[in-house]
């Protein structure tokens, strides 16, 4: 396995830590992009629903960085779920992004009101089958969504996109993964932001000389999770590559697991 990749059941390497580009505008993600690329970044973590496919397109396009060693992922939005719109979503994703083939493809979310999971799940399956999409997964599906597909289809998904932050370390969803060998994608890995003047965390930041954010992207990685950190400033964007260079001990993963709360969710309950 290369250097900061964590390997998916289907045996494709996906890069540890991605550029999440949510709340980036179409006019700036490009730049934001570029930079990141230049920096070091190899994967790029966007959806259809962030209005900034086209932006991101125009990066892959424009550095001299080969299509096949950057790692771009999209997703479903709600309102494009169930087969038919599945597959028309994705050709036009796909004409937004520019690209002929994308590395990952994931359903934004369950939805399960609406019970047109499992018929997109079927439309991801074809695109993976067809070869258009080197991945496929999954965005904040719950056990029972994941149990559901699976049983349906024999299919499991490569990730599953969760929130995830040393405040919401969602354990009992990570066993399930574990048991499934479907990898797991932290979203907001930061804790939007919210984390970033934790005491307890400085602590153990000063403890290895690194910032906060440092200190909480090295507990995702060395937990094996992806981290898609969203930063629209070069300083920031760096400083977060290098978390990939800190070693956590024991003593810190226990401090770590202090800051868990039970009201640690800051997005949306994906079963409402
Ligand atoms: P900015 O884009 O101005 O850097 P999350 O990924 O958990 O949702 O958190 C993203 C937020 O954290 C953004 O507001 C981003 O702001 C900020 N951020 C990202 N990286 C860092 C960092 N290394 N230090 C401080 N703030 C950061």
């Known amino acids: 396995m290369r250097k900061n990749h964590v390997t998916l059941n289907n045996t494709l390497e996906i890069p540890q830590i991605g550029l999440g580009v949510w709340k980036i505008p179409n006019e700036d993600v ?4 570029l930079s ?27 550095t001299d960085i080969p299509r096949e060693e950057i790692f771009v992922t999209s997703k479903l939005w709600n309102d494009d779920q169930g087969y038919d719109s ?114 307890r965390i400085a602590v153990i930041a000063s403890k290895h000389g690194c910032t906060i954010a440092q200190a909480i992207l090295a507990w995702h990685l060395q937990q094996r999770l992806i981290v898609i950190p969203k930063s629209v400033n070069e300083a920031r964007l760096a400083e977060n590559l290098a ?6 001990d024991d003593e810190d993963i226990a401090a770590f697991a202090q800051i868990d709360a039970v009201d640690g969710r800051n997005g949306a309950d994906p079963d409402a």
Request: charged fraction near 20%; proline fraction near 4%; avoid cysteine.
């Open 30 to 33: 490009t730049q934001v992009a």
């Open 36 to 62: 990141a690329l230049s920096l070091g970044y190899r994967h790029i973590d966007t959806a259809k629903v962030y209005g900034n496919e086209k932006g991101v397109g125009l990066a892959i396009a424009k």
């Open 86 to 199: 599945t597959l028309r979503a994705f050709d036009e994703t796909m004409s937004n992004l520019g690209l002929d083939v994308l590395d990952l493809y994931l359903i934004h979310w369950p939805e399960p009101s609406k019970d047109l999971y499992l018929d997109t799940w079927r439309a991801m399956i074809e695109l993976y089958e067809q070869g258009r999409v080197s991945a496929i997964g999954t965005s904040n599906f719950n056990p029972s969504h994941l149990t559901r597909i699976i049983d349906a289809t024999g299919v499991t998904p490569t990730v599953n996109q969760i929130e995830l932050h040393p405040r919401f370390a969602q354990r009992n969803l990570r066993e399930f993964h574990k048991q499934h060998a479907i990898a797991i994608e932290s979203w907001s890995p930061l804790g939007n932001g919210r984390l970033l003047n934790d005491e």
């Open 243 to 248: 978390a990939q260079d800190i070693i956590l």
